[in-house]
């Protein structure tokens, strides 16, 4: 059972392109979602969480649909340093000690 | 900006010897957690920690796992016996109390164990 499934990469884009991440959750109780950003042979680092009304974040924007459990991260002209393994992440609840479920992310290659 | 911290950044030992990896989290964090990535696969979840006890952890956390804070800083996950397949990136992790809704976890930057 596949908690947090992410697109299969890698997605090789040009910059100045647009690309979109998408990801899918089982768990119907999750509360609380995220993307992180991992570089090759680095710990995660997040990047955005993700609001109900979705949210932007300069090229960033992040977009959750809790009846289809189904978030998304769409990045506008992107950027060589945009390069990474982008994590979809969820937990269970608001409350502070609940772990995170991630997804297996997606590679990223901005090409120039 | 504070950030967590963890030694050694890379650990080598030989199969049935005990490890003890260290974190510093965030100085007025109170939720403390380890995850493990095995090369290639996804992040997950071993263990969380909160009060001086453990919280919530994973079917990978069996008995040659143990996690302690011995003083007001520092973190550590012990394996008492590791085999081969314990070879991984483990990382630290640790959020502000319950008051964050959204529950953010910051990582340290990992230790990489290699299991000979």
């Known amino acids: 059972r596949k908690e947090v499934e992410q697109d299969p990469g890698p997605f090789n884009v040009p910059e100045g392109a647009t690309v979109a991440f998408n990801c899918t959750y089982s768990?119907?109780?999750?509360?609380?979602f995220f993307w992180y950003r991992q570089d090759c042979r680095k710990e995660p680092k997040l990047l955005m969480s993700v609001y109900s009304s979705g949210n932007e974040d300069g090229r960033f924007t992040a977009q959750l649909n809790r009846a289809s459990q189904y978030i998304s991260l769409l990045i506008r002209d992107s950027k060589l340093s945009d390069s990474a393994t982008y994590l979809c992440?969820?937990?269970?609840?608001?409350?502070?000690?609940?772990?995170?479920?991630f997804g297996k992310g997606t590679r990223l290659s901005v090409i120039a | 900006e504070p950030e967590v911290t963890q030694t050694p950044s890379h650990q080598v030992t030989q199969m049935g010897q005990e490890v003890i990896l260290r974190c510093v989290p965030i100085s007025n964090h109170l939720y403390f957690y380890w995850y493990r990535q095995i090369l290639g696969q996804k992040v997950e979840f071993l263990v969380s920690?909160?009060?001086?006890?453990?919280?919530?952890k994973s079917e990978i956390f069996d008995d040659q796992f143990s996690v302690e804070r011995p003083d007001g800083s520092n973190f550590t996950l012990k394996i008492r016996s590791t085999k081969l397949e314990d070879s991984a990136m483990y990382f630290c992790?640790?959020?502000?109390?319950?008051?964050?809704?959204?529950?953010?976890?910051?990582f340290g930057p990992g230790t990489r164990l290699t299991v000979l």
């Open positions: 768990n119907s109780a999750s509360q609380s």
């Open positions: 920690f909160y009060n001086n006890e453990i919280s919530e």
């Open positions: 992440v969820v937990n269970a609840a608001n409350s502070g000690n609940t772990p995170l479920v």
């Open positions: 992790a640790s959020s502000l109390d319950r008051a964050s809704r959204y529950n953010e976890q910051f």
